[in-house]
T-cell receptor
Framework: GENVEQHPSTLSVQEGDSAVIKCTYS??????FPWYKQELGKRPQLIID?????GEKKDQRIAVTLNKTAKHFSLHITETQPEDSAVYFC????????????FGDGTTLTVKP | ETGVTQSPTHLIKTRGQQVTLRCSSQ?????VSWYQQALGQGPQFIFQ???????GRGNFPPRFSGLQFPNYSSELNVNALELDDSALYLC??????????????FGAGSRLTVL
């Protein structure tokens, strides 16, 4: 089955700096790669996703890159703000059934004001 | 349009007992997936229900079972509870419309503590 590894497990940055979280996956059949943000005590919420026919996708301060050959994808957050502090999860799965995705173990991002 | 709702939000059980968790999917979503999220870990896929049938299962024993009803709501049942079953149980609904869609919407979860 699919195996997703996520690094780092914790990340602390100064407000305004950039943050990068990286994930690798094992199943070359995976073609859907979402990122979720989970604030303390709240539900995971999708913040951005990428499908295997694209190499990069951007949404304001958030971007995701995908390297299918190397089987890794990354989340980039620029101009970080204290409200970006949360746990971020990457996942890998099928393009037509995100419900069966395999998740990484999460990265706790702390943005210091 | 309503989101995904789960009940109960918190519950405490003892080893050996049975528990039922409930999930109402987002309006228009016909697929429900259940996850177990242990403290400090990512969600782990338990199983998925589509059109009232199990549509895929993760690495969980048969004492984890489920149902989906005609209105697409779902239940997760766990028998013979063990201490390691203590976790946040998340359900997520989606509508598999093919490539370009199928985004998950999560509920807030049910926090189960087994003593």
């Amino acid at each position: 089955g699919e195996n997703v590894e996520q690094h780092p497990s914790t990340l602390s940055v100064q407000e305004g700096d950039s943050a990068v979280i990286k994930c690798t996956y094992s199943d070359s059949a995976s073609n859907y790669f979402p990122w979720y943000k989970q604030e303390l005590g709240k539900r995971p919420q999708l913040i951005i996703d990428i499908r295997s026919n694209v190499g990069e996708k951007k949404d304001q301060r958030i971007a995701v890159t995908l390297n299918k050959t190397a089987k890794h994808f990354s989340l980039h957050i620029t101009e970080t703000q204290p409200e970006d502090s949360a746990v971020y999860f990457c996942a890998a799965g099928g393009n037509t059934n995100a419900g069966k995705s395999t998740f990484g173990d999460g990265t706790t991002l702390t943005v210091k004001p | 349009e309503t989101g995904v709702t789960q009940s109960p939000t918190h519950l405490i059980k003892t080893r050996g007992q049975q528990v039922t968790l409930r999930c109402s999917s987002q309006s228009g979503h016909n697929t429900v997936s259940w996850y177990q999220q242990a403290l400090g870990q990512g969600p782990q896929f338990i199983f998925q229900y589509y059109r009232e049938e199990e549509n895929g299962r993760g690495n969980f024993p048969p004492r984890f079972s489920g149902l989906q009803f005609p209105n697409y709501s779902s239940e997760l049942n766990v028998n013979a509870l063990e201490l390691d079953d203590s976790a946040l149980y998340l359900c997520a609904s989606s509508y598999p419309t093919g490539a370009g869609a199928n985004v998950l919407t999560f509920g807030a979860g049910s926090r189960l503590t087994v003593l």
